[in-house]
């Protein structure tokens, strides 16, 4: 499986939010944008808007800043993830982030990020606008 | 009983798949607030528009008036909202209308943006407000907790600002129905904002909401919408966004392309100029939303909001100019801003300019700058007046139909030549195509303005069918696939029109249950199928696939007409009659463009057609009671008889 990066245009975001859904309904099986491993946010006053999401940065330092042994996985598509059952919380990974995109789970303010869905990356597929793209490399 | 959606087993028809199962109930009297079960109506109505007409026969008797505390305010989603259905976000209202006239019917509104699906996730199919609060208040929804909120430092801002104010005060990122000023003042042709464009516009709910002391609805919510089958579900979302006709001022995928092909230099001028990106509403990809920056004015969406004023405002300050572009855009955020109709002002300002033009009125007489329309100032001045309720305002923001009665003989004549009916002006033109004059007769209000897509097929797709890329024998096919006929494609003559009405009506009621945006669904022609056919069967695939309940395009048409039976009774009851199924005199005897005007005979036999295929009574228009059983409204029948023994008794 070849490993996948995302790249974002925040200026043909036309704020929709399928991606969100889409990402809610693969990670937890209902739809509320809010639950996506993603996050738009549109501020329809002043026209900003700016799409929050991993990048899969080659090395990842949120794998690298996290000291809880299992917490995290990397996949073979360079995806890591995390594994709810073993990190802690302690947001290590998040504050190492460069883009902010560990983000903390909307309902159970658990930490989560994106996993690809498998190297699909549904966001990228469904964005009609191709703000955000998936790129096998 | 009539089936709605075949249940596959398990009998539960109201959740855990579309539906999230409770609607709120909040008197804002009383301050009590409830909930009860949203499958009490969704197996015979679905959702939106059906239970919203459910709610007022059931609750809101003809004695009730707009502003009174007993009417009620019904915000309805259904099973498609919040989820990923492509343009689902719209939310229903129903109440009764202040802008109808003469009678104050109930009626429909609806509004997209963010917020149905937000009442959603807050865990609600819908919400219905009753009673008046003492003091102005708004209400909030976060995760299902609802709550009655001083509005006191709320009461006087505009739409634009408190939201804002909302979301600080919440500390989230809540999702904001409001009203204006116009509303707080009780104006009949008050909006419902949210966002900086978006609006429940026609139908004067603003102003009940303003009644109710209501000044705000914020919701949030972090639940999930469910769906039965996920894999079938995106399955037809992927097709619905494939055969989906691009909206004609949208930015999204796919080019979307009628933008160029509109013969609009001034909207395409400015855009060029101050168009900063595309917004859509929620899941959504048509992005008819235009975010605009303008320099001195403001920020915030344009569509069709500002047509009202920009061919004025280019008129008078000469086309691309930097005036122009402010004028223009100022009506438009004020206008939203301040919670006033654009679309009424759409015809009252050429109204406004006639009587000018005639003497009937004068700047001095009425307070308005009348020889300067088409400046900032007059659209400030004219705005303000009637969200204020001051000067001429006092006269005007009752709707035009009650200031033409107001201001005499001359005013009304001319009122009745940009005016169709029910003191809702004119849209598409009666005179020129037979079913558009059918479809307004019956309505309780503008009937083109929450069909879109339909109107797009049976009025410029048809007769212009070229820039379109519609070939006629394509158009014909389609035709005969939607209404058993090619007939209705000829707008020369009246037949096969009344039954074209008819279908028309159960779509329009169909997709407006779900609840998907008029301006995509029902998707009668395609611009990527090879024969441009459409397929309007994708309605029910997606509520089949969320719902886990097996419907048919049958069974939604069917919805569709019990919903439309149901309204009719309501009418009924509150004085809606044959011959109130009328328009206004002036579009008989004066000609359109190309000489043609409504022919009285042709238009009463196609009406008497419509009551024989609607098996109602064509002496009166009234629904008779078989019919109202066959569609599964026995206890409407019953209580039909009752009042027809006696009008004037109160109902059960």
Known sequence: ?137 | MVPAGRDKGDGDLSGPFGWVGRILRINLTSERIWSEDTGRYSRDYIGGVGIAARILWNEVPPGVRPFDPENKLIFMTGPLTGTAAPSSSRVIIGSKSPSLHPIEHSTRSSVGGDWGPELKYAGYDGLVIEGRAERPVYVSILDGEAEIRSASGLWGLGAFAAQREIARQLGRDVETLCIGPAGENLSRIATIQTQTGRASGHSGFGGVMGSKNLKAIAVWGTGGVGVADPEGFLEACEYARSIMVPHPMGGGAGGLGWTRALPDGRLLRFFSKHRRRYFSCHSCPAACDGFCSVPGVGSGSEKCDGWFYRDYAYDYYGDGSEEGDGAFFYATLAANDLGVDCFELVSMIPWLARMRDRGLIDDGGIGLPLGRIGSREFAEALLRAIALKEGPGRILSEGSARAAEALGVGARELYEALWFAYGQNQHDDVRSYPIVALLWAFDSRDPMIDTHAIRHLVVTRLLWPEPFGLKERERDAICERIFGSADVADHSTYRGKARAAVICQHYSRAFSTLVLCDWTVPIFSSPSARDHMGDPTVMNRLLSAATGLEYGLGDLLLIGERIYNLERAQLVREGRRRESDALYEYWFSNPDPSGKVIPREEFERAKDEFYAIRGWDPETGIPRPEKLRELGLGDVADEMEKYLRDPGRAPA
């Open chain 1, 1 to 137: 499986m070849s490993e996948v990066l995302i790249s974002v245009d925040p200026g043909l975001c036309i704020g929709c939010r399928i991606c969100e859904l889409v990402c809610s309904l693969a990670h937890t099986g209902a739809f509320n944008p809010k639950r996506g491993l993603l996050a738009i946010h549109k501020d329809v006053f002043s026209g900003h808007v700016s799409i929050t999401i991993c990048r899969h940065c080659r090395p990842p330092p949120c794998y690298e800043a996290c000291g809880v042994e299992g917490a995290m996985a990397m996949g073979p598509n360079g995806a890591v993830a995390i594994n709810p059952s073993k990190c802690t919380g302690c947001g290590a990974c998040a504050d190492a982030c460069p883009y902010g995109a560990i983000l903390r789970d909307g309902a159970g303010g658990a930490f989560a990020k994106c996993d690809l869905c498998g190297g699909e990356a549904l966001c990228a597929k469904w964005c009609p606008q191709g703000a955000i793209r998936a790129m096998g490399i």
